[in-house]
């Protein structure tokens, strides 16, 4: 039980520091253009690898 509360711990804190480097004007946290939901991909530039991606989903769909 020693070691759930020292996690829980652990994981608040690093939470606290991640909410406190946001709120001080760092950039906000946010993902990337990949993933299971790339249908929402708000970049403005795709990037080399993303790209890629599309071209060889392409080419297997077409």
């Known amino acids: ?3 759930f509360f020292v996690t829980f711990v ?7 520091l991640m909410a406190i480097g ?3 004007g760092r950039r ?8 299971v ?3 929402n ?6 990037c080399e690898k993303r790209k890629k991606l599309e071209a060889e ?6």
Do not use: D, P, R
Not at 28 to 35: D, Y
């Open 41 to 46: 991909c708000v970049c403005v530039e795709k």
């Open 1 to 3: 039980m020693t070691y």
């Open 57 to 62: 989903t392409h080419l297997t769909q077409g």
């Open 28 to 35: 906000a946290i946010k993902g990337s253009c990949g993933g």
């Open 10 to 16: 652990v994981m608040l804190v690093v939470i606290a």
């Open 37 to 39: 939901n790339s249908a």
């Open 22 to 24: 946001v709120m001080f």
